[in-house]
């Protein structure tokens, strides 16, 4: 899906407000496999906790219905955790 973007462009997409929680969890997926990037260090890099980047990452569980339904139903971040 984002495979085709390099590290930087996708680096500058997590920075962009109008991306929903799956785009943005699956760039930091990417950004891990793809850049061997750790969660840690790709926290580090974007100056968040590691916490956050496993939390995201996590959320791409979600089967892309499901996460259609998330997005649709308008739940936030939290909420979705929670299910």
């Given at each position: 899906m984002l495979d085709f973007l390099g590290e930087q462009p996708l680096l500058e997409l997590l920075s962009c407000r109008e991306r929903n929680m799956f785009e943005q969890a699956a760039a930091m997926q990417?950004?891990?496999?793809?850049?061997s990037h750790t969660q840690a260090s790709l926290a580090k890099k974007l100056g968040v906790s590691q916490s956050y980047i496993g939390n995201k990452i996590r959320l791409l569980h979600f089967?892309?219905?499901?996460?259609?339904?998330?997005?649709?139903?308008?739940?936030?971040?939290?909420?979705?955790?929670?299910?």
């Open positions: 990417l950004l891990c496999k793809q850049y089967s892309l219905h499901e996460q259609e339904l998330i997005l649709k139903y308008a739940l936030s971040e939290r909420h979705a955790r929670v299910l």
